[in-house]
């Protein structure tokens, strides 16, 4: 059922709203103090919204696949003359870079192709800010065929560095929002690993250690590191996806804002060790020190706790999920072996007016805290 606001003054479509950034996308835009407000909301995802989604943060939920042109224009036209600002946080991942840079660009291509080039001419499309991430200064890490050949630059990652020489779906989407900016503005948010909550999200890190910690507890398990002696003693940065969702709104009614890129982490650093006696201490095991004469494979060691991960949802009662849906260890894994510092300059969007910072241990027990009342986690 769709539900009306009074006299929105900006009409907002979340593209991927089931996801850990959309979620927080939604909750802010329907904030009353939020710039731009009122908002009206409309969210978009492949699936239809399941039990956890809060339904009261959009106005509207709408299913389509992206993919599919015809599906787009079909589900879209009705409300395409009504939006004025896209907000594009989906993420579609294969193994090959090339894939993933043919996808990604399509789904955009599809959705701005009916909210820009309607057939009524009458477009109120004023902006699109686009979530992409530091695969940006890295390369395609994912890719296997490319991952051995890559060089990231040297930290802090900063947002005029010159593009890699590799392919990049973050590249194409940055030139497919730009090829619009005769129509539109758009903004370019990259995103270090994304701290929040959603069962729907591909790389969900957080949930994906705090389902770790849960079955070592569960089955008296030592809650060993799986990353390497480099990431444990060296310093990282996370984002907050309240903060990502505060800055793509800034820069979607700032004017200064408009045609920029912007690196979007909480403004503060860790290393690994300190995270993960934060981790041990909320979910109550024992801190085990790093120790690089104990080789485990935790993506090999998880496959056998499907079965685990049912008990405890049943016995906990909480909202039914299966292991491999919910978490990401081949993901984490490799970024827990970088031989790099993953840190982000946030500079430039100082320079430009934007403030905003989260403390990410305060972030990290509150997300735990809400991943807990969701009934996700026990």
Known sequence: ?????????????????????????????????????????????????????????????????????????????????????????????????EVNIFKNS???????????????????????????????????????????????YEVPFKEDSPRLPFPNFYYELEDVAASYSRDITYSVHRSSVIIGTSPRSLYNSLLTLAVYATICKYQGLPFRYFGNKYTWDHFFDV????????????????????????????????????????????????????????????????????????EIVEKHGLYKTKLEEITCFEAMKLVLHFEFQHVSSMNKSREFGFFGFVDTMKSIRMWVGKLREMKIIP
């Open 106 to 152: 399509t789904m955009l291509k599809n959705v701005l192709s009916v909210l820009v080039s309607s057939n009524s001419g009458r477009s109120c499309l004023r902006h699109v800010a686009l979530l992409t991430g530091t695969k940006h200064y890295m390369g395609p890490i994912f890719d296997p065929s490319l991952a051995g050949q890559l060089m990231p």
């Open 239 to 310: 984002s907050d996806s309240r903060l990502l969702a505060e800055q793509q709104i800034w820069a979607a009614t700032t004017g200064e804002a408009k045609n920029q890129a912007f690196n979007c982490t909480n403004g503060d650093v860790f290393m690994w060790k300190s995270l993960w006696k934060l981790l041990s201490e909320i979910f109550d095991v024992e801190f085990v020190p790093f120790d690089e004469k104990e080789k485990f494979d935790v993506v090999e060691m998880m496959k056998e706790k499907g079965e685990i991960w049912d």
């Open 1 to 97: 059922m769709e539900k009306r606001d009074q006299n929105p003054k900006s009409v907002a479509l979340i593209i991927g709203v089931t996801g850990i950034s959309g979620l927080s996308l939604a909750e802010a835009l329907k904030n009353p103090t939020t710039p731009g407000s009122p908002w009206k909301v409309y969210g978009a995802a492949r699936r239809s919204p399941l039990g956890w989604f809060p339904t009261a943060l959009v106005d509207r939920y709408i299913t389509f696949d992206a993919l599919d042109s015809a599906d787009t224009a079909l589900k879209l036209s009705l409300i395409s003359q009504e939006i004025t600002h896209l907000f594009w946080v989906p993420l579609q991942v294969q193994e090959s870079e």
